[in-house]
C-alpha cells in the first residue's frame, strides 16, 4: 500500500518537474544514487517530520530508535505563537527487544502517556525504519487508540528507506488529505477564507505577512503548517483559494485540494516586493472571481502602494551600499527565482544561482527575469562552488547551513537563508531585514582579519 502510495506521489500532475520525465523515469522516482563520499540529505521521514513538525498544538511521536528523533528535532527554526507541544520531543525509543517482540504495545503506550499527559488534540505518529522493517501494524495501533481514547492519532507513513527527504514532504500531505483535512467544519466561513500551504512560519515569516491580509480583509482559515492548530488544518478545506508557496514540496495537497473539494489553487511567494505584491494582487483577483466583493482588490492596491514607496524608501541606503557587490546564490533551489528578482531590487548583482531544487516553470522565470545567459547550475559540486569563491567571482553567498563551509573556507562572507535562518525574509519588512543582514555580513571587520597571513607565517 505504501509502494502505491509512493507512485501515485511520482505522478502527482501538479508536480512539473516529474511530467517531464518519461513513464520508465517516473517510475524509478526522485532518488538519484549517492556517489562515493557524497553526503546524504534528510530522509523520507525526515522531510516528513518538517512538513507537519510546525502544526504546533498535536504531539508529534516518532516511532522508532531514539536517533530518529535527534536526526529530525527543531530543525527548523519554525515558531508559534501559543502552543509549544511541537517541540517536545516524543519517541518511543525502540531497541533490540523491540525489533525481536514487535513495538506495537510500546507505541500504544507512548500514546497513552503522551494523551494522559499532555492532552493533545491530535498525536501524529511517525514510522520509521525498523517498525516498517519489522511489520508493525501502525495504522490499526493508531486506530484503536483514536477510538479509546476519542482523539485523532495520525499513522505518518513515510519511512526512511522509501526515499528523499521531498518525496517525505509529499507523503506528509497525503496523510493530512487522508486523515486530518475535511473531518471537520469551521464554525464560520467568509468569501475570503484562504489557505497557505507550504509555508512553515521560519522565524516567523508568515507574522510579516498576516497582518497585510487582516488589512486588506483576507481570513488566514489554515496554514500549512506555519503556527497551526490541528483543528485550523481540520477545516481548511472550507478555504475559497489555496496557495501553494513551496511547489515542490506540497503541491499535491494544492491539486487534491481543487480536485476534491473544487478549490482553485496558484503558486505564490512572498519574498522580494514584486513578488509579494503579485502574490496579493493574485489572490484578491482570484477571491473576488470566486465571490469576493470588489473592494477587496482597492484595499489590496491601496497597501500595495503604501508599502512598496515605504520598502523603497528603506532600501535607498542599501542601494548605495550595495553598488557592484556579487551575490552567489546557492538555496538549492527552491524559491530562487523569487530570490534573484528581490536580491536585484536592492541593488546587488547576482551571479549566479542553484536550481537543483528548481521546476521547469521556476527556471523558466529565471530566464524570463535574467536572460539565457545567466549561470543556472543543476549540480554545482563544492569544488566548483570553492573555486568561484577563491577566485572572487562573487563577494558574497547566501546559502544553507550544510554549504557555510566552502564559502567560510574561501575567507568569503556567508549568510544562511535557508530552514534553519533566524531572520524572517517574507513580506515587505523581510527584504528590509534580508539587506540588513547582508550589509552586517558583507562589512563585517572579521573578513578583512581573517585574510590577512596568519601571525606565524
Ligand atoms: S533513514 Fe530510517 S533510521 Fe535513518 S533517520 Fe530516517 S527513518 Fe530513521
Known sequence: MLQDKVQEVFNEPGCAKNQAKSEKERKKGCTKALKPGAAAGGCAYDGAMIALQPIADVAHLVHGPIACL????????????????????????????????????????????????????????????????????????????????????????????????????????????????????????????????GEYNLAGELWQIKPLFDEIGIRLLSCISGDARYHEVARAHRARLTMVVCSQALVNVGRKMEERWGIPYFEGSFYGVSDMSDTLRTMTRMLVERGAKKELIDRAEGVIAREESRVWRRLEPYRARFDGKRVLLFTGGVKSWSMVTALETAGLTIVGTSTKKSTKEDKERIKKAKGKEFHMWDDLKPRDIYKMLRDSEADIMLSGGRSQFISLKAKVPWLDINQERHHAYAGYDGIVALCEEIDKTLSSPIWRQVRLPAPWE
Request: aromatic content about 8%; glycine content about 10%.
Open 70 to 197: 535527534g536526526n529530525s528535532w527543531d530543525n527548523r527554526g519554525s515558531k508559534s505563537s501559543g502552543p509549544q507541544t511541537y517541540r517536545m520531543g516524543f519517541t518511543t525509543d525502540l531497541s533490540e527487544l523491540d525489533v525481536i517482540h514487535g513495538g506495537e504495545k510500546k507505541l500504544f503506550k507512548a500514546i497513552k502517556e503522551i494523551i494522559t499527559q499532555y492532552d493533545p488534540p491530535a498525536v501524529f505518529v511517525y514510522l520509521t525504519c525498523v517498525p516498517s522493517m519489522i511489520g508493525d501494524d501502525v495504522e490499526a495501533v493508531c486506530k484503536h487508540a483514536s477510538r479509546k481514547f476519542g482523539k485523532p492519532v495520525i499513522p505518518i507513513n513515510a519511512p526512511g528507506f522509501v526515499g528523499s527527504k521531498n518525496l517525505g514532504n509529499k507523503l506528509a500531505g497525503e496523510a493530512l488529505l487522508e486523515h486530518v483535512i475535511g473531518t471537520e467544519e469551521p464554525e464560520v466561513s467568509t468569501d475570503t477564507d484562504v489557505c497557505i500551504i
